[in-house]
């Protein structure tokens, strides 16, 4: 398998769950990111971690936690979520920061 | 009402010319600043700031913060063909869902 994988496709979780996200790149990249794409909206940075090393952290509230374990997986762990944090959750990786992003597919998030 | 505003809309300039491009921002409850290079589909990821006066740099790139003033400028020195690209500013405020793009300076690096 190739590119930039992430799992599960769509997840639905209460407000008092927790859940995490996956993120796996078979592109050998150096650097991993997380988006949020909210409905109608562009895309928003959250985190960004480059050999393994998180960089950038977009001031995300402390609900969402990322965890890099090394260079070709990402985690998005998800506790006491709000509604408002419904969205598409889009990870992508680049050879090096500043490099083309290739995206993964997403995950459709639905907080009820 | 909040607004992101880059300068110039669009530039011509040649290899191995310096350009710097500006966003300047209205705003309440600023989080931070970012820039993205858009060649033809998603945007890719430059810079995030979010102190003022501390200068950023990757490689032939640049950029800084002045939060008082209200403005961020990228500069590229000796420009590349490869250089050519829509860059795009970004602001993002405290309340989580909310962040705002510029409409982008669309530069174009001839040889």
New interface residues.
Partial sequence: ETGVTQTPRHLVMGMTNKKSLKCEQHLGHNAM?WYKQ?AKK????MF?YNFKEQT?N????SRFSPECPNSSHLFLHLHTLQP?DSALYLC?S?QD?????Y?GPGTRLTVT | EDKVVQSPLSLVVHEGDTVTLNCSYEVTNFRSLLWYKQEKKAPTFLFMLTSSGIEKKSGRLSSILDKKELFSILNITATQTGDSAVYLCAVGLYNFNKFYFGSGTKLNVKP
């Fill in positions: 990111y909210s562009p895309l928003e940075l960004v950038e977009n001031s995300v509230p408002e992508a680049s920061l500043g490099s083309s992003e995206f």
